[in-house]
């Protein structure tokens, strides 16, 4: 298990942070596409647990994940738990049949094109993902992870104020504490 201190900013297009990172000489990878199919639990309400669960597809990659609730009122900081499949179309249809039979149904699915750079900041790798979500918009999300033997509440801390420090280095500003989930959940309702 681990955590992840997550923060999520909207943003009109990617070229200033495509920019910024560029002066950092910070690579940036080509374009993925990611398929979350999310799920309802069958005997409780994960919107009002904050939790979620989801299978991931990435090309033939299959991810399954949940994800508990956030510990704070600033970041996504949460508990995730993430197992990596065999590949396949096949064996993503199986895990979609499987987690049907255990009467979990699906919300919604989101579909997202994604690029992503890992760069050093306050003692912690950071991943930033530059993505383009399908009906929602362009966001730039920054993650750190931390191992739960280490996550305390000081390496938390340590790990919100390096993010905070990296999304300020990037000129990000406009945050957004919804999941992508949410977004489209809302965006539908609209």
Do not use: W
Not at 16 to 37: F, M
Not at 58 to 66: E, M
Not at 71 to 100: N, P
Not at 105 to 132: N, S, Y
């Amino acid at each position: 298990m681990h955590f992840e201190v997550e923060q999520k900013f909207r943003v009109a297009n990617h070229d200033g942070v495509l920019t910024a990172l560029a002066a950092k000489s910070v690579e940036v990878g080509k374009p993925v596409e990611q398929v979350d199919c999310y799920y309802r639990h069958p005997q409780r309400n994960f919107a009002e647990t904050d939790e979620a669960f989801r299978l991931r597809s990435v090309g033939p990659q299959n991810f399954l994940t949940y994800k508990g609730p956030k510990l704070d009122q600033e970041t996504k900081t949460r508990c995730e738990e993430e197992v990596r499949l065999a590949d396949g179309s096949d064996v993503r249809d199986t895990c979609y049949a499987l987690i049907r039979h255990l009467s979990f149904e699906p919300v919604a699915t989101v579909t997202k094109h994604r690029r992503i750079a890992t760069t050093e900041c306050g003692g912690f790798t950071a991943e930033i993902a530059l993505d383009d979500v399908a009906g929602v918009g362009q966001f730039v999300e920054i993650e750190i992870s931390i191992d739960s033997e280490t996550a305390d509440d000081s390496a938390l801390n340590l790990a919100r104020q390096a993010l905070t420090d990296l999304a300020q280095e990037l000129d990000l500003a406009e945050s957004e504490r919804r999941s992508y989930l949410e977004l489209q959940l809302y965006a539908a309702k609209s």
